[in-house]
């Protein structure tokens, strides 16, 4: 992973100094409470329902077993013994007091980490694929360009003060597990005809209030070129983009407004005076940050498919978790391992600062030293031997870490919702946890399949509803929690958002509205036919005529 | 009088910033004047006919387009900050500056704080009216708040991956 020169360093210990104040500023009376605000938002420290929430950046989602262990520390000292990990790969922290927080930005300083730019008006995390580096359908790496487009946007003095958030996501894969096409700005690595690296850029996707699928303004942008054509759609819209609305104020909407070939052309305009300038990148850049993503020391293995296969007939539910919970990997005899963080009764994405100690041992043992955090709120272990899986599987189940339901239903991705954040309108994780225990049957869940099941407290969408082939969302009506269900969306390669169903349902309901809609799909699918491909064959009438029968 | 922060130092304020409102016929022809931008688009020829100095300034909305092929007759432009988390401004700045090759003096006025001074200055600012009920010489510490930056900008042409040692 990439590690550090004095040039980082500097800029994040300056960084820790520069917070350190303005927090004393803001204590001492200095600073209102309004001046403070953005301050500390740019540094992912909100104000939440009944305390502050730091959120700590781990660029595309990459850690280092060093880095896991600070959370834990950070976690047990400063939290209530547990982290959360994030829809943006990043890691939460719920109950940190808002003087302590310098010291823990100096302390992460301390392992290469801070919280720059997590939340606020700003460039946010640049995410990716979870699996990158060892995915089979990879055409690059996209960790080095993830660093580049990091270092990029890390204080960039133009772009500081955008009309809302903005966010990057880069996709190198065939497959697209990084959902591109759903962010301000998506990169999926091409290549052209002559074999040279470029980028398919999108632009406008996003959730929130107003879901939109991204618009391609750039089949072919070559790689040199990447930063001065960001540079370019940044200032046309940090000029342009409305500030008058802050839920018009994404990107998504000055695309929308404009339509994309002229926001395209508005971007080409720009670009034409800076391209080739000094932001255009150089061989030894790239180079540089790439050295820092070589393979790991593989040894020479051969796949084990016997000796799994073997395993798997003698250990039934060994069988069952090696069928969800890993993932093929580009190195023969080698396999990447998730980590399920939603077993039943935890909130999703929540871990405990004794299981980060756990996963930063089982990563030096098993797995160099590093692990990922996916947006799908669990965290992987990318590169294990084959021969090792059993004896993993072992210790994954001592944790709690080996609930085989990774692409599940229960394998729910959820936001913090109405039990600590104050924009929510609705509770999130007693839903998950609801239909979580009504979905009890690995057996039933297994037969089910692929399916993901997405819940959002509020429409700022951090659960990504829209994208759920089920999505829930938090409404509130006249004071009372109430939930609207969708159907159909995806944030794959085929992205699509979700329809809605209809009236919403109380709490006490979801589960049996979850069933039935299930139900629908088991009874109408041909084999082979996963819940998506039902949905999309169908259509949502089945769906709403079952779930609404009841009610008439 | 107020005192503004220009090239790092604080120095007392000689110039008048007049409020959009103003009409031609109420200005003084001695004093140096920073007028609102639809005061030059009406009497560009005759403002730059008297003997003070001469300067403008544009709201957040106005675009600088409206002013480049005039930046000679300008000791001074400023731009305004209706809000400090406002940034359009720092697309401005970065413009006049590296584009359009203004030299003279380009002050950040209106919700000018400390804490945004840094990014401004590498944006091209030179010359901060801060806020009057902020202290300039406490201001003056945002300059040293980063020893490295990252990305090229007025200030520095050269992103960090070009200077690397």
Known sequence: ?552 | MQRIIKNGQIVDESWHVLPKETTFEELSNCDDLIVPLSLWLEHGRALKARDGGLGVWLDAEEEIESIVDSLDDFQVIALNFPAFTDGRHSSSAYLLRTRYGFQGELRAIGDVLRDQLWALKRCGFDAFALREDKDPEDALKAFEEFSEVYQASSDQPVPLFRRRA
């Open chain 1, 1 to 552: 992973m990439y590690v550090y020169d004095q040039y980082d360093q500097q800029i994040v210990e300056d960084r820790v100094k520069q917070f350190r104040d303005q927090t004393r500023r803001y204590l001492s009376g200095e600073l209102s409470g309004e001046e403070f605000r953005p301050l500390r938002l740019q540094n992912g420290l909100y104000i939440q329902r009944f305390a502050p929430m730091l959120r700590i950046a781990v660029p595309y989602g990459l850690l280092s077993s060093t880095q896991v262990r600070k959370l834990a520390k950070i976690a047990r000292d400063y939290d209530k013994g547990y982290a959360h990990i994030s829809t943006r790969q990043n890691v939460q922290f719920n109950w940190p007091e808002l003087e302590d927080v310098p010291e823990i930005l100096a302390e992460l300083a301390t392992v290469q980490m801070h919280a720059i730019q997590t939340s606020g008006n700003c460039i946010r995390n640049t995410t990716t694929d979870q699996f990158a580096g060892v995915a089979k359908d990879e055409l690059i790496d996209p960790r080095p360009w993830c660093e580049i487009i990091r270092q990029w946007s890390t204080f960039h003095p133009e772009f500081s003060h955008l009309p809302r958030k903005f966010k990057i996501a880069v996709n190198g894969a065939a497959g697209d597990r990084a959902a591109i096409e759903v962010h301000d700005i998506g990169l999926e690595a091409v290549k052209n005809k002559a074999g040279e690296l470029g980028f398919r850029v999108a632009v406008g996707g996003g959730l929130g209030r107003t879901p939109i699928v991204g618009s391609f303004i750039n089949e072919f942008l070559p790689w040199q070129h990447l930063l001065s054509y960001l540079d370019a759609i940044l200032r046309v819209y940090n000029r342009y983009g409305r500030r008058d609305n802050k839920y018009k104020a994404r990107i998504k909407i000055l695309v929308k407004a404009l339509t994309p070939q002229v926001f395209a052309e508005r971007v080409n305009a720009e670009w034409a005076h800076l391209k080739d300038g000094p932001t255009t990148l150089t061989d030894d850049e790239v180079a540089r940050v790439a050295a820092h993503f070589v393979d790991p020391a593989y040894k020479a293995l051969q796949d084990q498919d016997a000796l799994l296969a073997t395993l798997d007939s003698e250990h039934p539910g060994f069988a069952r978790w090696r069928e969800r919970n890993t993932f093929a990997h580009k190195k023969p005899g080698y396999v990447a391992v998730t980590l399920s963080l939603k077993p039943t009764g935890v909130a999703p994405g929540d871990v405990t600062d004794k299981q980060l100690d756990a996963i930063a041992e089982l990563a030096d043992r098993y797995s160099f030293g590093e692990v990922r955090n996916s947006h799908n709120q669990n965290i992987i272990l990318a590169d294990v031997e084959q021969e090792q899986l059993f004896t993993l599987w072992g210790e994954l189940r001592e944790q709690g870490f080996a609930t085989p339901n990774v692409g599940l239903l229960t394998d729910i991705i959820c936001c913090p919702g109405g039990d600590f954040c104050s924009l929510a309108n609705a509770k999130s994780i007693p839903v998950a946890e609801a239909i979580q225990r009504r979905f009890d049957n690995l057996d039933y869940l297994f037969d089910i399949g692929d399916i993901d099941l997405n819940i959002s407290g509020c429409m700022n969408a951090c659960g990504h509803h829209h994208v759920g082939h089920i999505g829930i969302l938090g409404v509130d009506k006249k004071g009372q929690e109430f939930y609207q269900v969708s159907l159909g969306g995806s944030a794959g390669r085929d992205a699509s958002l979700a329809q809605i169903l209809g009236p919403s349902f109380a709490q006490d309901d979801m589960p049996d509205v979850i069933d039935k809609i299930v139900n629908v799909y088991v009874e109408q699918r041909t084999e082979e036919e996963s819940f998506i491909d039902t949905f999309r064959r169908i259509g949502v009438a089945p769906f709403k005529e079952r779930v609404y029968a009841a009610n008439h």
